[in-house]
Nanobody, 125 residues
Framework: QVQLVESGGVSVLTGGSLRLSCAAA????????MAWFRQAPGKEREGVAS????????AYADSVKGRFTISRDNAKNTLYLQMDSLKPEDTAMYYC??????????????????WGQGTQVTVSS
């Protein structure tokens, strides 16, 4: 089964930028979809971004649209999240997730079965 490891989360100031990475290993017997989610203390986990496919554009939460960009490097089995113009409300644990479900579940978190350990992003004013 696929294992996911996120990295890149640190503390930054408002307006700063970060790039998160999610490296996937294993899962060679089946193909899987990946996406980014986040969870702030006391709040439910929410979808942040899912990458584009041949049939659909990338999807973003309204709160991050225009500031975050998702990308992937299939050769490296790595998913990225470029975060610009960060705000304090972006503070959260960021997770990447994988799903074997078809079709691509995009930001439907209930369809994702495999999760990374998370990487903490803290944005201070």
């Amino acid at each position: 089964q696929v294992q996911l490891v996120e990295s890149g989360g640190v503390s930054v100031l408002t307006g700063g930028s970060l790039r998160l990475s999610c490296a996937a290993a294993g899962g060679t017997t089946s193909r899987y979809w990946m996406a980014w989610f986040r969870q702030a203390p006391g709040k439910e986990r929410e979808g942040v971004a899912s990458p584009s496919t041949f049939s659909a554009l990338a999807a973003y939460a309204d709160s991050v649209k225009g500031r975050f960009t998702i990308s992937r490097d299939n050769a490296k089995n790595t998913l990225y999240l470029q975060m610009d113009s960060l705000k304090p409300e972006d503070t959260a644990m960021y997770y990447c997730a994988a799903s074997y479900r078809q079709p691509f579940p995009r930001l439907n978190k209930s369809s994702y079965s495999f999760w990374g350990q998370g990487t903490q992003v803290t944005v201070s004013s």
